[in-house]
């Protein structure tokens, strides 16, 4: 993304920040999106200002493109916000790692007394810090794992009228789904218009990642995949048709949701759910809160959670894949604090922040995870325990958000039905892999591709249905 100095100085102005003093450290400048795990880290952090003197002092930007913007800002004027930690996207890290802009952390933390890498679950260190891709070099640690869940109304699948009635119709028991045909009967069962009452909701905005994370559960789960991670190939991946499969379905659920539904965020697929106008959504684990507020939510009492359906392809083979979400904190080359800073993550990181930080998002440190109280403290946790078991992520270099801008354009073109499923595949190609090319990249071209990509890239495809963790 291009920054120009009347964006670095309104985002810079938007937060009220300053050049940072080189005065004794009284405080750690952290820069965080708004939301649960903002709350979690501010309460978390109270016993450290009581215990050192040093305050933990946090500045918010709204998840999308200005959360990336603002990092960036700070990063392409050295430092102008002040900020000694920054909290950024999994796949931002990249970008910031490749630039040297952010602090590497192996060295600190092979030395540290408080913390170790074993305390950590390696997935989660290589979701969220690692770069480049399988190194074990870490830039940041996990704070808020995440991943794309389903959310449903318990009064709806547990009524037994309404049971009965689907039984009756399709031929099976109404369920929790596991596979997306199943999900797209339950939808269909569920969209009564004239009843004010959906079966589906999900994200098709064309901001930030909206449509591209929810978009690509399906691509996944089909077989398809975005690029060939070895070979830099995206033709022949992203233009399959086992991810045009998967497209196609995601396509077709739009069909179930209200009027304007193929523009929503997160924020209109919450509203929706809330208010109790649709039965199912597709929505990131990080809202499960929100949800379950009576005080923002008609259907609080009513939220059951699960992790996402996933599909039979080509092959006849199941897979349940879905987009990891969540991000990692690292800390500014820039910040005058650098030593106080690592001094917070490695107190921070101790089993007792850690499980206080826990009764609100979950912890990367396998002690809390293990631990049988933690399932207890919310009732999507033993779902979410499993969740990231069955992740995938987007295109891990330092292109990402310019990749990521081209595959949202293809996105809402297929949408908006401008393109057809196919088109947008083919133009999503050509396009990334022109922007590789012109970046330096040599794209590799594999002489045999399958029609189930899957199996090239990442093979986890089985002949029967599993659930995450399995």
Not at 132 to 139: F, I, R, V, Y
Not at 176 to 184: E, F, K, L, S, W
Request: charged residues 20%; contains cysteine; neutral net charge.
């Amino acid at each position: 993304m291009k920054l120009n100095v009347g964006t670095i100085v309104a985002v810079m102005a938007a937060l009220g920040m300053g050049l940072a003093s080189a005065e004794p450290c009284k405080r750690l400048l952290v820069l965080i999106h708004p939301g649960p795990v903002s709350d979690a880290l501010r309460a978390a952090a109270k016993p450290y200002a009581a215990q050192t003197g040093i305050e933990l002092a946090i500045a918010t930007v709204p998840y999308g493109g200005q959360w990336h913007e603002a990092i960036a800002a700070e990063f392409a004027t050295h430092g102008a916000g002040g900020f000694d930690l920054l909290f950024w996207d999994s796949e931002m890290a990249p970008e910031f790692a490749s630039q040297r802009n952010i602090v590497p952390l192996n060295e600190r933390l092979a030395q540290s007394k408080l913390i170790k890498r074993t305390d950590f679950d390696e997935r989660y260190l290589h979701f969220y810090g690692e770069y480049p891709e399988d190194s074990g070099q870490l830039w940041a640690l996990p704070i808020n794992l995440d991943a794309v869940c389903l959310m449903y109304r318990k009064d709806l699948f547990e009524n037994p009228a309404e049971q009965a009635a689907f039984k009756l119709k399709y031929g099976y028991a109404l369920k929790v789904p596991d596979t997306y045909q199943q999900t797209r009967d339950i939808a269909e069962f569920f969209t009564r218009p004239q009843h004010g009452l959906f079966g589906w909701a999900q994200m098709g905005g064309r901001e930030y990642d909206f449509a591209s994370s929810a978009a690509n559960c399906f691509l996944w789960s089909y077989g398809g995949e975005l690029w060939n991670p070895k070979t830099r190939e995206i033709r022949g991946f992203v233009d399959a048709p086992s991810s045009a499969d998967g497209l196609k379905m995601y396509l077709k659920m739009f069909d179930y949701g209200p009027p304007g539904c193929t523009n929503w965020g997160w924020n209109e697929v919450n509203q929706a759910f809330q208010q109790g106008r649709v039965a199912m959504i597709q929505q990131w684990y990080f809202f499960c809160q929100m949800n379950t507020d009576p005080k923002v939510s008609a259907v609080a009492k009513h939220v059951g959670f699960a992790n996402l359906p996933g599909a039979f392809g080509r092959d006849g083979k199941f897979r349940r894949e879905y987009s990891l979400g969540g991000q990692g904190l690292g800390i500014s080359k820039y910040s005058k604090h650098i030593e106080e800073a690592w001094h917070f993550l490695e107190w921070f990181y101790t089993y007792a922040p850690q499980w206080e930080f826990a009764k609100t998002a979950p912890s990367p440190r396998l002690d809390v995870l293990r631990d049988p109280r933690w399932l207890q403290q919310k009732p999507w946790y033993p779902a979410f325990s499993v969740a990231l078991s069955c992740v995938n992520n987007y295109w891990i270099t330092p292109e990402y958000m310019e990749l990521l801008a081209i595959w949202q354009d293809e996105l809402g073109a297929m949408i908006a039905r401008t393109k057809t499923v196919e088109q947008a595949q083919a133009d999503t190609a050509r396009r990334q892999e022109a922007l590789l090319v012109s970046k330096g990249y040599e794209i590799k071209r594999t002489r045999q591709i399958p029609m189930v990509v899957d199996d090239l890239v990442k093979p986890c495809g089985r002949g029967h249905i599993y659930q995450a963790g399995e």
